[in-house]
């Protein structure tokens, strides 16, 4: 059974620092693009940051670039958003998931669809 789970989530200020981690078992995320979408309240998934599956490729939402950090721990399977200077409108439900089909980055975040999602985790900026 392949599952994905996300911790890491909480309420912070804004300006402060959030690390969100995922946590892969039943596939081994080296064989797979990950990401990190997220869901605001009243709005659509977005896709926040991807990382294509071999050539390590890293796609940002502009909104967030200079921000977030996505790094992908092959050895303990796990892919991690590192979230800096957060902001009140960065405040949603973070889902990261993986895709097998070889997606560039950028359009994977663009949304292409996974194989495998993570159950969310709450991240609430306060400012």
């Known amino acids: 059974e392949v599952q994905l789970q996300a911790s890491g989530g909480g309420r912070v200020q804004a300006g402060e620092s959030l690390t969100l981690s995922c946590a892969a078992s039943g596939i081994r995320v080296a064989d797979y693009a990950v990401a990190w979408f997220r869901q605001a309240p009243g709005k659509g998934r977005e896709g926040v940051s991807c990382?294509?599956?071999?050539?390590?490729?890293?796609y940002y939402a502009d909104s967030v670039k200079g921000r977030f950090t996505i790094s992908r721990n092959n050895a303990r399977n796990t892919v991690d958003l590192i979230m800096s200077d957060l902001k009140d409108e960065d405040t949603a439900v973070y889902y990261c998931?993986?895709?097998?089909?070889?997606?560039?980055?950028?359009?994977?975040?663009?949304?292409?669809?996974?194989?495998?999602w993570g159950q969310g985790t709450q991240v609430t900026v306060s400012s």
């Open positions: 998931a993986v895709d097998g089909r070889g997606w560039p980055a950028s359009l994977y975040c663009a949304g292409r669809g996974s194989d495998y």
């Open positions: 990382m294509s599956t071999f050539e390590y490729t890293e």
